[in-house]
């Protein structure tokens, strides 16, 4: 075991829970340089705001589990930056390797430039890459460090075969693991599919006797949640995904309050900046725009660069109304942090486009190809075959012409 100095017994302990800063992420789907860079340097702000919280709340200890970085090897400035932060926390922060920046050879935390900075920059910080017990004045810390990237194995085994008994029985007790548990897998918006939590580093935490472990800190899941009444994720700090559902809550950190032998006391502190929406919208009129705008404007709320937004669309709209519908898109593409767009909006010329075009053209031969085409659309057997939409793109590219000359 690694002891520290005996201190009298400490009744209560409080304490910021944190992890999945993934610092240097690299937001690859982002188009625009600068875009990726304001999306970078938050989660880097992220840090300090978890600074303020705890000065404000007057936190003992900073637990941070896993994925401090985003890579195993992340740049040295990178390091400088994060370290600064933690520097100023002015708190133990105790710190374990996730599957993003796990404990192997080779690693950031092994590096030569990464151990002299953090002496000299953050030296309260508390690398933890072994699986033994930590003595420290307020708790006792037992963590569970991932030490490869791909490992099947549970990083709490190691707990299961502990004497429990030789641990003080005077302060609170704590896991700090990163991984997956039993009964819940995540939706992942940004690739689309379902990525099941557990493939690798799952923790079965039904075979951790509860009674002897006061507060389970955990990371890896991007969302707040309780998996029981002593084992809690914190979420991302800086939310970094499109919405995953009901019950979806991002941005924050844990505050909690520890005795030895009584159920922790957890509370969410915000500490997310950007916001990250999904809105799905079928248009089956112009008149649909109106509450289109609306609706953008509202989860907005007239911010510039501080939201992303997964825009899932349907139906279709008049010539006219679709280039303002593109109009709109243009807009939100530069007022956005990132515009994900999904699906299709269909251009359908009305009675009146059609009418201007076959009657109203003072070309003839504009007039009697749109003649044609509007001819052929008639004769469709399936309004939404192929050859159907081949038709209205040549109508409306026809109608686009007539009206730009």
């Known amino acids: 075991m690694i002891s520290s100095t005996a201190e009298p017994p400490i009744s209560m302990l409080r304490l910021l829970h944190t992890a999945d800063?993934?610092?240097?992420?690299?937001?690859?789907?982002?188009?625009?340089?600068?875009?990726?860079?304001r999306l970078q340097q938050e989660r880097l702000a992220a840090v300090g705001r978890i600074r303020d919280g705890v000065r404000l709340q007057g936190a003992q200890l900073v637990l941070?589990?896993?994925?401090?970085?985003?890579?195993?090897?992340?740049?040295?400035?990178?390091?400088?930056?994060?370290?600064?932060?933690?520097?100023?926390?002015?708190?133990?922060?105790?710190?374990?390797?996730?599957?993003?920046?796990?404990?192997?050879?080779?690693?950031?935390?092994?590096?030569?430039?990464?151990?002299?900075?953090?002496?000299?920059?953050?030296?309260?910080?508390?690398?933890?890459?072994?699986?033994?017990?930590l003595l420290l004045e307020q708790a006792v810390v037992l963590p569970c460090p991932l030490l490869r990237n791909?490992?099947?194995?549970?990083?709490?085994?190691?707990?299961?075969?502990?004497?429990?008994?030789?641990?003080?029985?005077?302060?609170?007790?704590?896991?700090?693991?990163?991984?997956g548990v039993h009964g819940f897998g995540a939706r992942d918006y940004e690739a689309d599919e379902e990525a099941q939590s557990g493939a690798n580093n799952l923790i079965d935490l039904e075979a951790l006797p509860a009674d002897a472990i006061d507060y389970i800190a955990l990371g890896d899941w991007h969302n707040l949640k309780q998996v029981s009444e002593q084992a809690w994720?914190?979420?991302?700090?800086?939310?970094?995904r499109f919405d995953q559902g009901e019950d979806n809550q991002r941005g924050q950190v844990l505050l909690v309050d520890l005795q030895r032998g009584v159920a922790p006391v957890v509370r969410p502190l915000s500490t997310?900046?950007?916001?990250?929406?999904?809105?799905?919208?079928?248009?089956?009129?112009?008149d649909d725009l109106d509450r289109f705008e609306r609706q953008v404007e509202e989860l907005t709320?007239?911010?510039?660069?501080?939201?992303?937004?997964?825009?899932?669309?349907?139906?279709?709209?008049?010539?006219?109304?679709?280039?303002?519908?593109?109009?709109?898109?243009?807009?939100?593409?530069?007022?956005?942090?990132?515009?994900?767009?999904?699906?299709?909006?269909?251009?359908?010329?009305?009675?009146?486009?059609?009418?201007?075009?076959?009657?109203?053209?003072?070309?003839?031969?504009?007039?009697?190809?749109?003649?044609?085409?509007?001819q052929r659309l008639r004769l469709e057997n399936d309004p939404g075959?192929?050859?159907?939409?081949?038709?209205?793109?040549?109508?409306?590219?026809l109608f686009q012409y007539a009206t730009n000359r």
Not at 86 to 105: F, K, R, S
Not at 343 to 365: F, N
Not at 385 to 397: D, G
């Open 233 to 240: 994720y914190p979420g991302t700090p800086e939310p970094d």
């Open 21 to 37: 800063w993934q610092i240097g992420k690299p937001y690859g789907t982002v188009a625009d340089e600068q875009k990726r860079f």
């Open 301 to 374: 709320a007239g911010r510039v660069a501080r939201d992303l937004l997964r825009l899932e669309v349907s139906g279709s709209l008049s010539l006219a109304g679709h280039r303002r519908y593109q109009q709109l898109l243009d807009d939100l593409q530069q007022r956005l942090l990132r515009l994900r767009l999904k699906g299709e909006c269909q251009q359908a010329p009305e009675a009146d486009e059609l009418e201007q075009l076959t009657a109203g053209s003072e070309d003839p031969l504009i007039a009697r190809v749109a003649q044609q085409l509007q």
């Open 64 to 133: 941070v589990a896993g994925d401090l970085f985003d890579s195993p090897t992340p740049t040295t400035a990178a390091v400088l930056e994060v370290l600064e932060a933690i520097g100023e926390m002015e708190v133990p922060v105790l710190v374990i390797p996730g599957n993003h920046d796990h404990g192997g050879a080779g690693t950031v935390w092994h590096r030569e430039d990464f151990q002299r900075h953090q002496r000299q920059l953050a030296p309260q910080l508390l690398l933890l890459l072994e699986r033994r017990p």
């Open 385 to 397: 075959s192929e050859q159907a939409a081949q038709i209205r793109t040549a109508l409306c590219e």
């Open 272 to 286: 997310g900046r950007f916001r990250w929406h999904n809105l799905q919208v079928r248009f089956s009129g112009d």
């Open 150 to 179: 791909q490992d099947n194995s549970d990083p709490t085994q190691w707990l299961q075969g502990l004497d429990w008994k030789q641990l003080p029985s005077d302060r609170p007790r704590i896991v700090l693991a990163h991984g």
